[in-house]
């Protein structure tokens, strides 16, 4: 019987051999399952090709407005989804991170612009127009961005905190109108300050910039409040509140 619980006990030998295979064994760190990751990749995703799109200008009638236009709204739309579902500091994170990534992306556009050409390669001049680093643009853009969309973030949770969970809506377009009208604002003023007359730069504020983007957000309300439901529904939204 002591012979039966004696061999049934691991052995020293035997406990030794387990912690060496625990040791080399491989280890990962697991992996989200959250949606928070994939709506940031969106975002900056979105950001990066309203920024490369936004160096054409584009005129409609009377009313002139750059190629960013037509994606950047979406940066709004998702910046909603974030601050509602995750709140203002996840908000701030998935700014930063469109912001840096952008400051990297010109950049390495710029390098690779002044770097000399292959002798095959004809289109060096094209790629610099398009990509190449305009200091005056790119600032213009990332501090519309960073103002822009950290007050759209704002506006909406601080709406949001003071009367809760009803009325998304609300909350959505004044969180919008704020935030497009700082980022026009700003956008249009560095960039195109000096270049434009005062009523040329108060048109493409307001019909090329602002009004434009507001009425894509508000016509993307529907969708919006969609993503959001579902969003909320996966994420297991309020179950941990205590």
């Known amino acids: 019987m002591a012979k039966s619980e004696e061999s049934l006990s691991p052995q020293p030998r035997d406990l030794e051999k387990n912690a060496s295979t625990a040791a080399n064994a491989a280890i990962f760190a697991r992996t989200p399952r959250g949606l928070f990751d994939i709506c940031v990749i969106f975002f900056v995703a979105f950001l990066l090709i309203a920024n490369i799109c936004a160096t054409k200008a584009i005129q409609i009638g009377p009313i002139v407005f750059d190629g960013g236009a037509i994606l950047f709204p979406l940066t709004y739309v998702l910046g909603d989804v974030i601050s509602e579902v995750w709140g203002l500091k996840a908000a701030k994170r998935a700014i930063l991170m469109g912001f840096v990534i952008s400051v990297m992306a010109s950049l390495t556009f710029w390098v690779v612009g002044m770097l000399p050409p292959e002798a095959s390669y004809q289109n060096n001049e094209a790629f610099q127009s398009v990509l190449g680093f305009v200091p005056r643009i ?42 497009e009208l700082v980022d026009s604002i700003i956008f249009c003023t560095i960039a195109f300050g000096g270049i434009m007359s005062f009523s040329q730069l108060l048109i493409y504020i307001f019909l090329g910039g602002y009004l434009y983007k507001c009425a894509v957000e508000i016509l993307c309300l529907p969708f919006t409040y969609l993503v959001i439901a579902r969003v909320k529904k996966h994420e297991r939204y309020g179950l941990d509140v205590h």
């Open 138 to 179: 790119v600032i213009a853009s990332m501090a519309g961005y960073v103002f822009g969309n950290w007050l759209n973030a704002y506006v909406l949770v601080k709406i949001k905190e003071r009367w809760g969970e009803n009325n998304l809506w609300v909350r959505l377009v004044t969180s919008t109108l704020a935030g």
